[in-house]
Structure formats: structure tokens, C-alpha cells
């Protein structure tokens, strides 16, 4: 099993930053890859950005290409956020996938149903 806890969520000013962490503990060395998700209140979880573990690919959503960096540091992954906008106000999840079918089934299709494992969410609030 895999257990998954975000951190890092807050208040932060409209164009201001944020460094979300997932940290990954348990049998790590079953995660294929990993997708940071948001879900705004009276809105579908979307995912936003995603990353496989032993290749570095990495994959944005359009609305946070070049704001948004998602990263791998053992067994974090980051999701660093700038130039934040109110949009981008939500509750973040992690969650984390064991094979290669599953994870590129689970973009292509956007399946939340294919991941494996997920984290309890950390609160992102944008405003001015």
C-alpha cells in the first residue's frame, strides 16, 4: 500500500506563489506516476498537472502551463504554483498510479478511477 499527504495549501494574494508538496510513503517503489488535481467548489476534479517517475514526463493542463511546475524529489512530488489567480482557488489532491496502461489511461480519458491512490487534499484560496 501507498499512503499520499499533501501539504503546503494556504491564502495567498492574487499573482502570488505557492509550493504544494505530495510526500509518498509505504511501498513508493509501486508508483508509476503521479497527477496533482483540483477541485473548485460546484466543479469537477480536473487534473492539472502530472508526472511519471522514472521518465520525468511531464504533462500541464492549459490553464496553468507556465505558472504551474510540477516536479520529483524522492518521494515528494512538488507542484509549484505562480502568479496565482483567483481561479485557481480550490481543494488540490494528489494521486498516484501503479502501471504505465493505468496512468496513460487515467490522462488520456481523464479516469479518476484509475488511480490507486489519493491524499485527503490541501486547501488552495486565491484573492485580492
Known amino acids: 500500500q501507498v499512503q499520499l499527504v499533501e501539504s503546503g495549501g494556504g491564502w495567498v494574494k492574487t499573482g502570488g506563489s505557492l509550493k504544494l508538496s505530495c510526500a509518498a510513503s509505504?511501498?513508493?517503489?509501486?508508483?508509476?506516476?503521479t497527477t496533482w488535481f483540483r477541485q473548485a467548489p460546484g466543479k469537477e476534479r480536473e487534473w492539472v498537472a502530472a508526472?511519471?517517475?522514472?521518465?520525468?514526463n511531464i504533462w500541464y493542463t492549459d490553464s496553468v502551463r507556465g505558472r504551474f511546475t510540477i516536479s520529483r524529489d524522492n518521494n515528494t512530488v512538488y507542484l509549484e504554483m505562480n502568479a496565482l489567480k483567483p481561479e485557481d482557488t480550490a481543494i488540490y489532491y494528489c494521486?498516484?498510479?501503479?502501471?504505465?496502461?493505468?496512468?496513460?489511461?487515467?490522462?488520456?480519458?481523464?479516469?479518476?478511477?484509475?488511480?490507486?491512490?489519493w491524499g485527503q487534499g490541501t486547501q488552495v484560496t486565491v484573492s485580492s
Open positions: 494521486a498516484a498510479e501503479e502501471t504505465f496502461s493505468g496512468f496513460t489511461s487515467a490522462l488520456r480519458n481523464n479516469n479518476l478511477d484509475e488511480y490507486d491512490y
Open positions: 509505504g511501498r513508493t517503489s509501486r508508483i508509476y506516476g
Open positions: 508526472i511519471i517517475w522514472s521518465l520525468g
